[in-house]
């Protein structure tokens, strides 16, 4: 009777927590998103968060939904693995892994009923991660014996600290709190010999939501279960020390092989990209305002780098009162000390970054930490003596005292509230004794306390009158429109009844990925991992983009528009000279985004004489010969023949030398205008923001004018590269076309390498004579090489002739597969403008064939003389290895569980 009525009590108190927790939650989140509600806005952030999380959310719910359609009527599993109408075509299961793909919770979108109400689905997810967050926090450290009180404490912190009012953008972002306690759990049950399911299990979900959060996930896993060791089992003995960790690993490496089916292949993808090996300037130290930032960012947020803190004041007087601990909680101190070191280096930032460039995007563990100690703590700051009392009043001083300092005559008003609040706690800890503090009011009130510190950090972020951050977000409603009915596609939609023919806009308001949803082929493209055969294209192309992994199509460039199939192009009315040449007939007109703030006028045109999306000819060029030229040689060159890496080249092909015929003309021209501008040897210093340079010339009629600069560079007088300026911006106008190269320097995060440019200053008719630079920062702007080059476009028309004589014919696109007839009047290669993908796999008439990588970064088959039926089928890169090694993984975790099913009755027998 006594075991059930300490039950029922256990029972009894985890539903009054549940209760306590969820009414508290519910203040703080009303409080503090109530900004979102009143301003009408709702968590989708602009731009990613419309572009990326919301889009690539919308698109799984119709993904899942055509799987399980497809398994009801048709009674197979058919999964798309490949989409056309993401970017130039790319793989859905590592393009989508990183913000959909796996996470359980979205899993929960196939019973949204119509995709209207997908935005609220997408902003009550938020809540639901953060609300989850907190219940996984309170799991710990009720499995830590804590209190229910402190226990709540600290997961109110642990919800509402700064790095959640700032990842609300960024929803997978909140993802890692959910799993990281629950894992830490899991670690402390394996140290207590029971069982290692929770620990196994969380970590296999948080693999599949993401492998990025997993990589830091293992690293801080590492890092607690030594610390755990040391503080459960004192100085390390050898034998003991390999018995634990043959464990530990043994069950990761069972986790992850069991996962494998997803985790292989992204792992494939991130290591092939061109972000994962970007080099960046690296610095020893951050600068000097990072750390002032952090000081009293501790407090109420507002760091740079990701460093998003924001604990209250309660957090800071128990991190205080740890570190006048003395002997009692070393491992927590221990932790607390080297999490602290991380953060005041950049090159733990670029190591749990995965190498890439400096940011901390692994707040959320730090936030843990903190919570925890807060949490650990309270009895202790309810018990202090008098000379302890003193001890931690004059630290709190002190720190309100450095971060006054700090602001000095920058002082900001959100942070002398803060340090307001942390004072009037201060005086409440310290000032009440120890009967008052076992209280029900006091903890009422100190309850009350935090809640409004909570309430205030988040309100000074998001609201107008503070930090306005609630504006970067979409009106609540738009989100939907804004990718399908208000996006530059939909005026091509109903018009493009070829389906294997692309768009592109260069409507400057257009937002990216759109094609996704209005189910038509387009060019641009922003998610986290690209093609790296893609970047490569553009790199050799000098094309305006600054990011690998996002892209907007060919600048307009005609020769690449004709090669890729981009037959539709939407321009702003009264900007005709921002298409393509050959772009004349105006099918469409219509305003995009009627009544808001992106509302905008718009035409769409077309050119019916673009390549198909297939293409044979026995013109071929050898790669070695291609890498030889220059950047506008190269773009006609691809209109004359396919390129080829030289090994490659089919013997019944490679004694045909291609002729290639190269039409354009460097322009020479003059400096015939400076405003704020001083000539260098290598190049011009702005002397004043949005100083200007002209360039006369005498350009060339039915042409495309080009602006090209070879090795930009940039620096500033007195500033060393990691002090100046990482993201500058070049116009170039030339007659009423003015376009921007935003340059990225090695500081920049997003540095990818590129540093040179090829501007399309557009089409015309008559000569072009004049172009216009102007630099909107102050520095000096280097160059190996600038060039004004006119690019005649009478040649397009027959080169495209000639490549369209033998085109694939009956196209059909299904899942995975695509097939269509050709007919070749001799062995010729065909060149499929799909990007290049080892996944692909062909067939000639049913019989296996190589595909070769054209063009570099599509693909081509050698197809013999006659009529042939050419197929193409898709798996996902190293997906099929993945799920042979889930197999194995799956069948180890059958035989762990039968091992300790047997192990287990093995010592019970021995015990009777």
């Given at each position: 009777m006594r075991f059930l009525r300490n039950k029922e009590e256990n029972v009894s108190k985890k539903v009054w927590f549940f209760l306590a927790y969820t009414v508290c939650f519910a203040i703080i989140a009303g409080a503090v998103f109530s900004v979102f509600i009143i301003n009408k806005k709702s968590f989708i952030w602009v731009p990613d968060g419309l572009q990326q999380h919301f889009n690539a959310l919308l698109y799984y719910r119709s993904w899942l939904l055509s799987i399980l359609d497809t398994l009801v009527t048709e009674h197979k599993v058919s999964v798309p693995l490949w989409d056309m109408q993401i970017g130039l075509g790319s793989d859905v299961l590592t393009t989508l892994h990183y913000y959909v793909i796996g996470d359980p919770l979205n899993l929960l979108s196939v019973f949204v009923p119509d995709e209207k109400y997908m935005e609220l689905f997408y902003n009550t997810m938020v809540l639901v991660r953060i609300y989850l967050a907190g219940l996984a926090f309170s799991a710990y450290c009720r499995y830590h014996g804590q209190k229910p009180y402190s226990t709540l404490l600290g997961a109110m912190v642990y919800d509402f600290c700064f790095w959640v009012i700032i990842a609300v953008r960024h929803p997978y972002f909140l993802n890692p709190m959910i799993y990281l306690p629950l894992i830490l759990v899991g670690v402390d049950k394996i140290y207590k010999k029971q069982k290692p399911w929770l620990y196994m299990g969380m970590l296999a979900v948080a693999t599949v939501s993401s492998f990025y959060f997993t990589y830091m996930i293992c690293i801080f896993v590492a890092i607690y279960a030594l610390l755990r060791y040391l503080m459960l089992f004192g100085k390390p003995v050898l034998k003991t020390v390999w018995y634990w960790v043959w464990r530990f690993v043994a069950y990761s490496l069972v986790t992850l092989a069991s996962v494998s089916v997803i985790l292989l292949p992204v792992v494939a993808m991130t290591l092939s990209t061109g972000r994962a090996g970007a080099q960046h300037t690296f610095s020893i130290m951050y600068p000097l305002s990072y750390y002032r930032k952090l000081l009293y960012g501790f407090l109420i947020g507002g760091s740079t780098y990701w460093s998003e803190l924001g604990y209250t004041g309660i957090v800071l007087l128990a991190v205080l009162l740890l570190l006048f601990g003395g002997k009692k909680n070393r491992g927590l101190r221990a932790g607390f000390v080297l999490m602290t070191l991380l953060l005041l280096f950049p090159f733990a930032g670029k190591m749990l970054n995965g190498g890439s460039y400096v940011v901390n995007r692994y707040m959320w563990a730090y936030s843990m930490l903190?919570?925890?100690?807060?949490?650990?703590?309270?009895?202790?700051?309810?018990?202090?003596?008098?000379?302890?009392?003193?001890?931690?009043?004059?630290?709190?001083?002190?720190?309100?005292?450095?971060?006054?300092?700090?602001?000095?005559?920058?002082?900001?008003?959100?942070?002398?509230?803060?340090?307001?609040?942390?004072?009037?706690?201060?005086?409440?800890?310290?000032?009440?004794?120890?009967?008052?503090?076992?209280?029900?009011?006091?903890?009422?009130?100190?309850?009350?306390?935090?809640?409004?510190?909570?309430?205030?950090?988040?309100?000074?972020?998001?609201?107008?009158?503070?930090?306005?951050?609630?504006?970067?977000?979409?009106?609540?409603?738009?989100?939907?429109?804004?990718?399908?009915?208000?996006?530059?596609?939909?005026?091509?939609?109903?018009?493009?009844?070829?389906?294997?023919?692309?768009?592109?806009?260069?409507?400057?308001?257009?937002?990216?990925?759109?094609?996704?949803?209005?189910?038509?082929?387009?060019?641009?493209?922003?998610?986290?991992?690209?093609?790296?055969?893609?970047?490569?294209?553009?790199?050799?192309?000098?094309?305006?983009?600054?990011?690998?992994?996002?892209?907007?199509?060919?600048?307009?460039?005609?020769?690449?528009?004709?090669?890729?199939?981009?037959?539709?192009?939407?321009?702003?009315?009264?900007?005709?000279?921002?298409?393509?040449?050959?772009?004349?007939?105006?099918?469409?007109?219509?305003?995009?985004?009627?009544?808001?703030?992106?509302?905008?006028?718009?035409?769409?045109?077309?050119?019916?004489?673009?390549?198909?999306?297939?293409?044979?000819?026995?013109?071929?060029?050898?790669?070695?010969?291609?890498?030889?030229?220059?950047?506008?040689?190269?773009?006609?060159?691809?209109?004359?023949?396919?390129?080829?890496?030289?090994?490659?080249?089919?013997?019944?092909?490679?004694?045909?030398?291609?002729?290639?015929?190269?039409?354009?003309?460097?322009?020479?021209?003059?400096?015939?205008?400076?405003?704020?501008?001083?000539?260098?040897?290598?190049?011009?210093?702005?002397?004043?923001?949005?100083?200007?340079?002209?360039?006369?010339?005498?350009?060339?009629?039915?042409?495309?004018?080009?602006?090209?600069?070879?090795?930009?560079?940039?620096?500033?007088?007195?500033?060393?590269?990691?002090?100046?300026?990482?993201?500058?911006?070049?116009?170039?106008?030339?007659?009423?076309?003015?376009?921007?190269?935003?340059?990225?320097?090695?500081?920049?995060?997003?540095?990818?390498?590129?540093?040179?440019?090829?501007?399309?200053?557009?089409?015309?008719?008559?000569?072009?004579?004049?172009?216009?630079?102007?630099?909107?920062?102050?520095?000096?702007?280097?160059?190996?090489?600038?060039?004004?080059?006119?690019?005649?476009?009478?040649?397009?028309?027959?080169?495209?002739?000639?490549?369209?004589?033998?085109?694939?014919?009956?196209?059909v696109m299904d899942t995975n597969h695509i097939s269509g007839t050709l007919t070749a009047d001799q062995e010729k290669l065909l060149c499929m403008t799909i990007p290049y993908s080892s996944g692909w796999r062909a067939y000639i008439d049913g019989v296996e064939t190589e595909i070769l990588k054209a063009d570099t970064m599509y693909m081509a088959v050698d197809v013999p003389e006659g009529t042939h039926q050419i197929e193409f089928y898709y798996c996902t890169p190293y997906l099929k290895k993945g799920a042979g090694l889930s197999g194995l993984g799956i069948l180890s975790v059958i035989g762990i569980v039968i091992f300790r099913y047997r192990n287990g009755r093995k010592k019970q027998k021995e015990m009777e």
């Open positions: 903190v919570s925890f100690i807060a949490v650990k703590m309270y009895p202790q700051m309810m018990e202090m003596h008098f000379k302890k009392k003193i001890a931690l009043f004059w630290a709190g001083i002190t720190y309100i005292f450095l971060c006054l300092e700090v602001l000095g005559k920058h002082q900001k008003q959100y942070v002398l509230v803060a340090l307001l609040l942390f004072s009037v706690l201060l005086v409440f800890i310290v000032g009440t004794g120890k009967k008052t503090k076992e209280k029900f009011v006091f903890k009422a009130a100190l309850l009350v306390v935090v809640m409004l510190e909570l309430i205030y950090q988040g309100w000074a972020e998001y609201a107008p009158q503070a930090g306005s951050y609630v504006e970067e977000f979409a009106t609540q409603g738009e989100a939907l429109s804004m990718l399908t009915k208000d996006a530059a596609g939909s005026l091509v939609k109903n018009h493009a009844k070829d389906t294997t023919y692309r768009y592109e806009s260069l409507q400057s308001e257009e937002w990216k990925n759109t094609a996704m949803q209005l189910g038509i082929n387009g060019t641009s493209y922003y998610f986290s991992l690209a093609n790296p055969d893609i970047n490569q294209f553009q790199r050799e192309m000098y094309i305006n983009q600054t990011r690998d992994f996002c892209y907007s199509g060919f600048d307009a460039r005609t020769m690449l528009e004709v090669l890729s199939g981009v037959r539709y192009y939407v321009v702003p009315s009264g900007n005709s000279g921002l298409r393509p040449y050959g772009y004349n007939v105006c099918f469409n007109r219509g305003t995009l985004g009627a009544g808001g703030q992106y509302e905008v006028k718009c035409d769409a045109y077309e050119n019916d004489s673009v390549l198909p999306l297939g293409f044979a000819s026995d013109a071929v060029i050898p790669r070695s010969t291609y890498e030889a030229l220059e950047v506008t040689e190269k773009q006609q060159a691809l209109l004359q023949g396919i390129v080829v890496e030289d090994d490659k080249i089919p013997s019944a092909l490679a004694d045909t030398k291609t002729e290639t015929e190269f039409t354009d003309e460097d322009i020479s021209y003059m400096i015939t205008d400076m405003h704020n501008v001083e000539l260098t040897d290598q190049g011009f210093t702005a002397t004043e923001k949005k100083a200007s340079v002209t360039l006369s010339f005498e350009g060339i009629p039915e042409s495309e004018t080009y602006f090209i600069l070879k090795g930009l560079q940039f620096s500033e007088e007195g500033k060393t590269l990691t002090q100046s300026k990482s993201r500058l911006h070049i116009d170039v106008t030339c007659g009423k076309i003015t376009k921007m190269i935003t340059f990225l320097t090695r500081k920049n995060n997003f540095y990818s390498g590129v540093d040179d440019y090829l501007i399309n200053a557009g089409y015309r008719d008559e000569k072009a004579d004049e172009i216009t630079l102007t630099f909107h920062e102050k520095g000096t702007y280097r160059f190996d090489e600038m060039q004004i080059v006119c690019q005649p476009v009478k040649q397009i028309a027959g080169w495209t002739k000639s490549l369209k004589q033998d085109i694939l014919k009956d196209v």
